[in-house]
């Protein structure tokens, strides 16, 4: 068996058993507690989630998260947003740092919140190993709702996905037996005597199991917690869509986490360049601290901060004349066709990046001269017709959404006529006529 990535192997088949009887406890004790007294259901959520962290975890770490609750909430009070923003920062720090490393904020305009529901959020047993990142202010509103009717079929869905969950990850289970995609590109010797396609594949399989990686632990613990009656955050979007460096983002919370209080509080509205790069570097910054701080998540967040800024001076570049004046004169189709290769080139810059951090330095060069230099023109230009096919056929599905989303869009109002500026005439004045002197 492929037992190259330590993340999966470690929740599915090292503390498999511990983690099913662990969410299986919560997911008992959270029913109990809704039928006997739903009014107390998120204390409940804080007590199992606490005991869970606590057996399997050790005093240590508890201890490590108690203080820097403690230690955030009481910062909170004094209501700064710089202040709070720090000491989140340094807080997280402590994650990556000894000896840290070996035991292992939110806003109201009125009042307080209390220290008990910080720890019921932190504690939350789903949330707290795996993720997806939910923003504490919806996880309070849900978690203290005491509405718990459900839409009709929503339990046949929450059923329905368990099952698919756990189908896929069988699946995959039994898949790294047989392709060893995750040690491959580990053995740089094996990937010299190895076709151009082979590299490239290898690449692109290595982020679309990633992506299912990432699908599953959400989709188990998302499924948990629509049982508790939340709504967390949706499953990360499909390597396979994405097209532009603004959406790739796998952890949608996260990604919600860092627009509302770095990147869209820095960038605004995002139309000055400026502004835009601050956002976009404080926002890769505090995403490399949050990964861990190390030469390969710095050139990572680097690539991936310079790209989305691309996109911007590109996009501004194209809203200038004559570029504004061809795409009206153009169609739709023939707009979105232009705008499918440009992208395409943006598809591949996002491949090679995530490989970047996903496997190695070495790795990623070798697929970037494979597929640029020394698979040109051959492998270069099929690879790219296909991603322009692909990138085609996403934006006609989107397109086709869109018209369902919204079916009876309001047309943009017509462009308004440059009005040309006379100048001024001085208004003639008319002497007044006198009378004739008799």
Partial sequence: MDTADVEWMMWFSTFREHIVFALSGHVIFAKICS????????????????????????????????????????????????????????????????????????????????????????FYLPFFYFGPIMTFDKFYLQANNPDLTRKDGEMWNIVVKALLHVGIITFVGVLLHFMYILTIPSD???????????????????????????????????????????????????????????????????????????YNYLGGKHDNIVDELIASLCTYGITALWLGPSWVVFIWAFFNC????????????????????IEMAISDSMSRRIRAVFNTFNFWMIVLYNVLALNSLEFAKLVAKRLLLKGFPFTTITVMFVTYCLIQLIKERERRQALIDDPDPIPPPPPVPPVIQEEPVAPQTEEPIKPKSE
């Fill in 306 to 325: 310079f790209g989305l800024n691309f996109e911007m001076w590109t996009a501004k570049f194209f809203t200038m004349e004559p570029f504004i004046s």
């Fill in 188 to 262: 740089m010797k094996l990937l010299k005597h190895v076709s151009d396609w082979a590299v490239v594949g290898l690449a692109y399989l290595n982020l679309v199991y990633d992506w299912v990686k990432a699908a599953v632990m959400f989709g188990v613990i998302n499924t948990v917690s629509r049982l508790d009656h939340l709504d967390p955050p949706k499953a990360p979007k499909c390597i396979t869509l994405l097209y532009v460096f603004s959406e790739a983002h796998f952890d949608r919370g996260i990604n919600e986490f860092l627009c509302k209080y770095v």
């Fill in 35 to 122: 039928l006997l007294a739903p009014q107390y259901r998120s204390l409940v959520y804080l007590v199992y989630g606490a005991l869970a962290v606590f057996c399997s975890m050790g005093w240590t770490y508890v201890a490590l998260i108690l203080s820097h609750c403690v230690l955030l909430y009481s910062i909170s009070l004094v209501k700064l947003r710089w202040l709070c923003f720090l000491a989140g920062l340094t807080t997280l720090a402590t994650f990556k740092m000894e000896p840290f490393i070996s035991w292992q904020n939110c806003e109201r305009k009125d009042g307080n919140y209390s220290i008990l529901e910080l720890l019921k959020y932190n």
